[in-house]
């Protein structure tokens, strides 16, 4: 059965969030908090799978499959924002915009950005910067949609079907605009 597409405050998306990661990971949702990890919390990479697909539902998104960083290194060329497994100082920039709740000065090593890619606070950010990029009501109705097949909304008033941007997508595009705001030229 179709349901209304959410537009959730910072507040009503905390506490969805933490609903789906305490359900997936059989925790009290108290625990899943702005600086928690999700490894913390006890996920392991198929939780994280689970994870993520339940929020793909839950807010009608699409995750990206790739993090930042390896899309950041797909725009603008090997040894930009990371070499030898460090990030370089235009990677600290790039990450800092990106991640503002984030300390990326401290981050040393790209096995660094792990824990930072898995802090409940950075995916939070990340499904509200989906949620904020992805239809929410009919451009011609102007009414709220409703969930379609996978991957698409639907309005319930002239049936018109939207495709859910793609994380990955979205993130290119983020990408593209940020290199050029902080001097980087991509490729």
Known sequence: MPSTVLQPTDAEL???????????????????????????????SLDLVEITLDLENAFAILMPERTILEIGTEVLGEGVLESDGHLTGAGRRFL?????????AGVSSTADLRR???RVDTWLRIVRFLIDRSPRTCAVCEVPLVTG????????????EVDLPNGDDLNREWVRATAAEIGLVPR
Do not use: K, N
């Not at 789906?20 to 600086?35: E, K, Q």
């Open 14 to 44: 905390r506490e969805r969030f933490a609903e789906v990661v305490a359900h997936s990971l059989r925790i009290d949702p108290a625990r899943v908090v702005p600086s928690a990890t999700l490894d913390e919390l006890g996920a392991e």
């Open 149 to 160: 097949s996978p991957a698409r909304l639907r309005c319930p008033s002239c049936g018109r």
């Open 96 to 104: 800092a915009r990106r991640m503002p709740e984030a300390d990326v």
């Open 116 to 118: 930072l890619f898995l």
